[in-house]
């Protein structure tokens, strides 16, 4: 029993090792000069590069494009129809978003919302991002007369802020927080100028904290310690920029719907009750670490002994194509009635499983029969092995069925 209990420890360690490995993504930028200017799309794949990460990259980013103008584009259509893309970043005529609620209900969101239709026809396991950009450096003076809040960079930041989040939000997509990053930047250091003269665009500095946030967005990783930074950077100021774009977004995830598993725990009473905090999911699973799992957003759950317990919360999309994991340790000081799993000698492992599952039944029991049935309650799979070959199957949810002697033993596994 033991050798077994130590094997599940080993996989799952494995599991966690493999998934920190280093990663190739290929990613499509959608957008205009804002995306040009620089290379953004290289100075992302430099900075991967630096921490043996791979971004390959195709762009359409024609001069003044708007979400209007790609929805009628044939060759950003075509380049969406090209591969199934990792990510697809989403990027607006720099002042279109900025404008009133009224007109960014008629003049963005409707084109923004066909784009990710026409990426996910393409590909459902394709992420948008929207690239939220930043205020003009003195705000937008076009458009100052007919609606004030962008008279100043404060207020068209804000307008911006609002309308890629809510396109984010709406369309079940990420936001990298570009526009943010720059904000908290220039509060910092005032020096370093983040725009061309034209007071618009980026310079290499605005292009480079644009790069930097990407990286994290995308990663889920810090670029601090990136050995790249562009020749025109001195190294004090590219450092600066790699810990603004890695404050920006790792401490805000949630905030930016980058798809992400969370959660907190209140262990001052008995049941434990658990908050979860993940971002941009379709589904859940909680693993209590004592064998007893859970479907509720936030449940509460009582502990049968004490001691130390590592509670997993894995989040999914429902077409299998993503799926995190988060998992922390708790000191458990109380204790309630036996686990029923226990107490009739089952254990499962590991769970999350990958390639191979293994159902832990008595050895009283020579009979058996376990039975796999999808999130749909669908039956997928009859076997009357304890160690069970599931590499074909999706990502997800699972119901197991163990059936042996008078029993009947019903659980929840999910497929990483």
């Known amino acids: 029993m033991y050798w077994l209990r130590f094997l599940a420890i080993i996989l799952l360690y494995l599991y966690f090792l493999l998934s920190t490995k280093a990663q190739s993504i290929d990613v499509l930028f959608i957008g205009n000069s804002y995306t040009y200017y620089n290379n953004l799309p290289q100075l992302l794949s430099d900075i991967?590069?630096?921490?043996?990460?791979?971004?390959?990259?195709?762009?359409?980013?024609?001069?003044?494009?708007?979400?209007?103008?790609?929805?009628?584009?044939?060759?950003?259509?075509?380049?969406?129809?090209?591969?199934?893309?990792d990510y697809v970043v989403l990027q607006d005529q720099s002042q279109k978003p900025s404008l009133s609620p009224s007109y960014v209900a008629t003049n963005v969101f409707p084109y923004a919302t066909q784009l990710v239709n026409s990426i996910e026809l393409n590909s459902s396991c394709s992420e948008p991002v929207f690239y939220m950009t930043w205020g003009r450096k003195n705000?937008?003076?076009?458009?100052?007369?007919?609606?004030?809040?962008?008279?100043?960079?404060?207020?068209?930041?804000?307008?911006?802020r609002e309308s890629y989040l809510e396109m984010g939000i709406t369309n079940n997509a990420t936001v990298s927080p570009v526009g943010i990053a720059w904000k908290n930047f220039m509060e910092i250091d005032s020096i370093t100028d983040l725009?061309?003269?034209?007071?618009?665009?980026?310079?290499?500095?605005?292009?480079?904290?644009?790069?930097?946030?990407?990286?994290?967005?995308?990663?889920?990783?810090?670029?601090?310690g990136s050995t790249f930074i562009p020749s025109q950077i001195d190294l004090v100021t590219g450092h600066l920029i790699q810990e603004v774009a890695s404050n920006t977004v790792l401490d805000s995830l949630s905030t930016w719907n980058v798809f992400n598993a969370d959660f907190?725990?209140?262990?001052?009473?008995?049941?434990?009750?658990?908050?979860?905090?993940?971002?941009?999911?379709?589904?859940?699973?909680?693993f209590f670490g004592d064998g007893?799992?859970?479907?509720?957003?936030?449940?509460?759950?009582?502990?049968?002994?004490?001691?130390?317990?590592?509670?997993?919360?894995?989040?999914?999309?429902?077409?299998?194509?993503?799926?995190?994991?988060?998992?922390?340790?708790?000191?458990?000081?109380?204790?309630?009635?036996?686990?029923?799993?226990?107490?009739?000698?089952?254990?499962?492992?590991?769970?999350?499983?990958?390639?191979l599952i293994t159902i832990n039944i008595p050895d009283s029991h020579k009979s058996f029969r376990i039975e796999f049935y999808d999130f749909s309650g669908q039956?997928?799979?009859?076997?009357?092995?304890?160690?069970?070959?599931?590499?074909?199957?999706?990502?997800?949810?699972y119901y197991l069925k163990t059936y042996f002697g008078n029993d009947v033993f019903t659980t929840k596994v999910v497929k990483i």
């Open 139 to 160: 705000g937008d003076a076009n458009n100052c007369a007919a609606y004030p809040p962008v008279c100043t960079y404060l207020g068209m930041q804000q307008r911006l």
């Open 48 to 85: 991967a590069l630096s921490f043996g990460d791979t971004v390959n990259t195709e762009s359409s980013t024609p001069g003044g494009a708007s979400f209007y103008g790609h929805v009628n584009n044939a060759t950003t259509l075509a380049k969406i129809n090209q591969q199934p893309w």
């Open 379 to 397: 039956l997928i799979k009859i076997s009357h092995k304890n160690s069970i070959d599931v590499s074909n199957f999706k990502s997800g949810l």
């Open 264 to 286: 907190s725990a209140d262990t001052t009473s008995n049941p434990v009750s658990f908050t979860n905090l993940s971002s941009n999911y379709d589904s859940l699973v909680w």
């Open 292 to 355: 007893n799992s859970s479907l509720d957003n936030d449940p509460n759950h009582s502990y049968n002994s004490a001691g130390s317990f590592q509670i997993q919360l894995v989040i999914y999309t429902n077409d299998g194509c993503l799926t995190d994991t988060v998992s922390y340790s708790y000191n458990i000081s109380f204790s309630n009635k036996l686990d029923e799993q226990q107490s009739k000698g089952i254990y499962i492992f590991p769970n999350p499983f990958s390639n």
């Open 195 to 224: 725009y061309n003269p034209d007071e618009s665009h980026p310079s290499i500095y605005g292009s480079y904290l644009a790069a930097c946030t990407f990286y994290a967005t995308i990663f889920k990783k810090s670029p601090i």
